[in-house]
């Protein structure tokens, strides 16, 4: 469960990382009668909000789901629109993320993305690097099993090329070749909109992780309720297939 202070009383366990799939930001705005990509547009002023208020909740690293490989299968003009609320918001957060100390970084298959999109993400990485105040990643054109898929193939490339054997193949190498080389595995899972799926989302490194399925929509999901989750999560028992000690 908790950590134990020096007078010997439970303390709740932080949630250093936190990883949140986003869902519900269509259905939002149909049920209001408006285009879905109003409800995306509200997704991403709700985003500030949570990038805002998550250090003050003891988040270090958290990384949210904003467009699957899977996505590429809605309209045109949905994904066109996502593509640019994308770019409006690095251009617009830019300035404000540097000044708060926040790193944003991407992981995702960056090859069909806009080259103006993949200039400004990369251009928005070079100027954070050196923040710590708040890890902020965003996941775009990203799939588990897609990330998976590119880190094995770097690795068989490298045990062709006669660079390693295939007996020194470890999980931790497994690890650095994945689009979260160098990130720490998330704590904690939060989903949207009632849905109880993973849909995809950082399966290798969510083995042991925490998750919290609400029914909120997206555009709906308040910082208050972030700390309730964080709330519940800092009194569970991870013994991560051990057996908790007495």
Known sequence: ????????????????HVAIIMDGNGRWATQKGWPR????????ERVKEIVRCAPDLGIRWLTVYAFSTENWKRSTE???GLMSIFARYIEREADRLAAEGVRMRFIGDRSRLDPKLQRLMKGIEERTEGFTRLNFTVAINYGGRDEILRATR?????????????????EAMI?????????????LVIRTSGETRTSNFLQWQTAYAEYEF????????????????????????????????A
């Open 78 to 80: 949905e994904v066109l």
């Open 214 to 245: 609400t029914p909120t929509l997206w555009p709906d999901f308040t910082p208050e309720e972030l700390a309730s989750i964080l709330a519940r999560f800092g009194n569970r028992d991870r013994r991560f297939g051990g057996v908790a000690s």
């Open 1 to 16: 469960m908790g950590t134990t202070d020096s007078t010997g009383s439970k303390q709740p366990r932080p949630a250093e």
């Open 154 to 170: 770097a690795i068989a490339a490298k045990v062709a090329a006669g660079e390693i054997a295939p007996e020194e193949v470890t």
């Open 37 to 44: 990509l109003v409800g995306h547009r509200r997704g991403a």
């Open 175 to 187: 690890s650095a070749h994945l689009d979260t080389g160098g990130i720490p595995d998330p704590d």
